[in-house]
Nanobody
Framework: QVQLVESGGGLVQAGGSLRLSCAAS????????MGWFRQAPGKEREFVAA????????YYADSVKGRFTISRDNAKNTGYLQTNSLKPEDTAVYYC???????????????WGRGTQVTVSS
């Protein structure tokens, strides 16, 4: 089974950038599709982006399209979320997740990391 650990979160001013990483250990990372989700205080967990096993296809929430980029390096067992032009409304805990099938539905993912906090100040 894959264990996932996120890193790269922090405090950034609006307009800034962060690169989030998701390090996977255990079974072969390339066997799984990967997604990023986020949850702000008092809100539901929401889909951010997803990528297929090979990295050939990517999917984004409308709210981040054009600003965020999901990618993966299967040789390094690591996934990434490059976040640019950050806005205060992007403030949330960001989670990476793995699943047999790529999806924008959180319940479709069976493996989750513990999250990394992203805070965007105005």
């Amino acid at each position: 089974q894959v264990q996932l650990v996120e890193s790269g979160g922090g405090l950034v001013q609006a307009g800034g950038s962060l690169r989030l990483s998701c390090a996977a250990s255990g079974r072969t990372f390339s066997s799984y599709a990967m997604g990023w989700f986020r949850q702000a205080p008092g809100k539901e967990r929401e889909f951010v982006a997803a990528i297929t096993r090979s990295g050939g296809y990517t999917y984004y929430a409308d709210s981040v399209k054009g600003r965020f980029t999901i990618s993966r390096d299967n040789a390094k067992n690591t996934g990434y979320l490059q976040t640019n032009s950050l806005k205060p409304e992007d403030t949330a805990v960001y989670y990476c997740a793995c699943s047999d099938i790529v999806s924008s539905w959180a319940n479709g993912y069976e493996l989750w990391g513990r999250g990394t906090q992203v805070t965007v100040s105005s």
